[in-house]
């Protein structure tokens, strides 16, 4: 009798063990796809040739805002994904050329998306959780200008790397706010410019590179299952 009770106290205990784990690993949430948005600064220095009287019109174009998405699959701490985020400014004024004063507008946007790795650290209740990411890609560039009324758009791509810091608070089971702080980084060494019918391209020296790197901050939704 005592055999019996012992053999079936082995076969609850290995039923109850396998039903935990079974539950474990159906609430275990392996993909994270992030909704970001929010301010962003580009860190590049205005250029000592930009005229004194230029030089606001400029720096005005260095502040603008972005959004973005990232999509990451876990396992464990561990992630592969796939980000994508989008840079836009713009600006309107007036400045000297050719000795005339005329109309001048720029409608910047960047946009980055290439492959990510990302590592992740949650709370022991799984409220809170960092997330930290690495994407490298395409970075492309695009000013769609205009001077006089006659418009100029200059476009040009180069390889880029973004570096994400993120902070998660579990609002639902599948939900959550955040917070995260990017940098994305990459310079042009060529540019090709398109105007009244003409396109050409114009390489860069390493003193003109077109630096493009930013600083963006963000708040979004993250969604987990």
């Known amino acids: 009798m005592k055999k ?34 929010g301010f962003s600064q580009m ?8 005229p004194a009287e230029d030089r606001d019109y400029v720096g005005a174009l260095k502040s603008g805002y972005h959004y973005g998405i990232d999509a990451t699959y876990f396992v464990k701490s561990w992630g592969l994904g796939l980000k994508f985020n989008q840079f836009k400014s713009s600006n309107s004024g007036f400045s000297t050329f050719e000795d005339a004063r005329v109309s001048i507008s720029d409608d910047l946007t960047t946009t980055f998306v290439g492959p990510s790795f990302s590592a992740k650290k949650s709370s022991a209740s799984n ?63 060529k540019i090709t410019v398109e105007g009244m019918g003409v ?13 493009l790197s930013r600083l963006d901050v963000s708040l979004g939704a993250r969604f987990n299952f």
């Not at 860190?43 to 930009?50: G, I, P």
């Not at 396109?199 to 630096?211: M, Y």
Request: aromatic share 10%; charged share 15%.
């Open 4 to 37: 019996l009770f012992a053999v079936l106290l082995t076969v609850w205990a290995f039923n109850a063990s396998a039903q935990q784990t079974a539950s474990t690993a159906l609430n275990v949430q392996r993909f994270r796809i992030a909704f970001n948005g």
């Open 43 to 50: 860190l590049a220095k205005t250029s000592s040739e930009v």
């Open 127 to 189: 409220v809170h959780t960092f997330v930290f990411g690495l994407g490298m890609g395409y970075l492309g560039h695009r000013d769609n200008s205009s001077i006089g009324n006659i418009p100029v758009k200059l476009t040009g791509s180069t390889f880029g790397a973004a570096i994400d810091a993120a902070y998660d608070v579990k609002v639902t089971k599948y939900l959550a706010l955040g917070a995260q702080l990017s940098m994305v980084g990459g310079s042009l060494s």
């Open 199 to 211: 396109s050409e391209v114009r390489k860069l020296e390493d003193n003109q590179r077109e630096n």
